[in-house]
């Protein structure tokens, strides 16, 4: 089943430490994205990448940093310079160029402390 | 700035009652509105979609509606069930990307 893989679901960190959040998919979709979910502020497009070792900021791309390697692996770091990075971050995938068929991850829940 | 807007937060309403999403957005050059359904700790899914060109777009109990004029379209559910309970995003999409609203939670009473 193709699918797009996050993990892991709940991941704890400490202040002023980066990490790195994983994001697999086996769609071969071209297009993937970031995005962060805060209560009352929906999703926010973090980063997204259109293709391979190409990638573009979004609306909220400071204290973040991704790669793309991979057509199938798009990691997002979460540096220090990030001052809020308690959040639940959502990766999303689709076919370049178009509006339908965004498969989203389940998800992975970041606990700064 | 936010262009995709959801002013309601929550939406309560009566099994098999209709239940109606609204969404404002700022930007003329979005090409396509689409609405996504999300339970906790999950992806959200994908559920209707509508073209900026047309007004009206149908699937089973969602229709969509669309009121380029005004800028502002909405999501009709009939009838509510229980499990449309969830919170249901906005989205607009141009240049490559979507752009989501702040979502609003819909709690269907039995």
């Known amino acids: 089943d193709g699918g797009i893989t996050q993990s892991p679901k709940y991941l704890f960190r400490k202040e002023g430490q980066n990490v790195t959040l994983s994001c697999e998919q086996n769609?071969?979709?071209?297009?993937m994205y970031w995005y962060r979910q805060d209560p009352g502020q929906g999703l926010r497009l973090i980063y997204y990448?259109?293709?391979?070792?190409?990638?573009q900021k979004g609306d909220i791309a400071e204290g973040y940093s991704v790669s793309r390697e991979k057509k199938e692996s798009f990691p997002l770091t979460v540096t220090s310079a990030q001052k809020n990075p308690t959040a639940f971050y959502l990766c999303?995938?689709?076919?370049?160029?178009?509006?339908?068929?965004?498969?989203f991850g389940s998800g992975t829940r970041l606990t700064v402390v | 700035d936010q262009q995709v807007k959801q002013n309601s937060p929550s939406l309560s309403v009566q099994e098999g009652r209709i239940s109606i999403l609204n969404c404002d957005y700022t930007n003329s050059m979005f090409d396509y509105f689409l609405w996504y359904k999300k339970y906790p700790a999950e992806g959200p899914t994908f559920l209707i979609s509508i073209s900026s060109i047309k007004d009206k777009n149908e699937d089973g109990r969602f229709t969509v509606f669309l009121n380029k004029s005004a800028k502002h379209l909405s999501l009709h559910i009939v009838p509510s069930q229980p499990g449309d309970s969830a919170v249901y995003f906005c989205?607009?999409?141009?240049?490559?990307?979507?752009?989501f609203g702040a979502g609003t939670t819909v709690t269907v009473r039995a």
């Open positions: 769609l071969n979709h071209d297009a």
């Open positions: 999303a995938s689709s076919i370049q160029g178009v509006y339908y068929g965004y498969t």
């Open positions: 990448s259109q293709i391979v070792n190409d990638f």
């Open positions: 989205a607009a999409f141009n240049d490559y990307k979507l752009s």
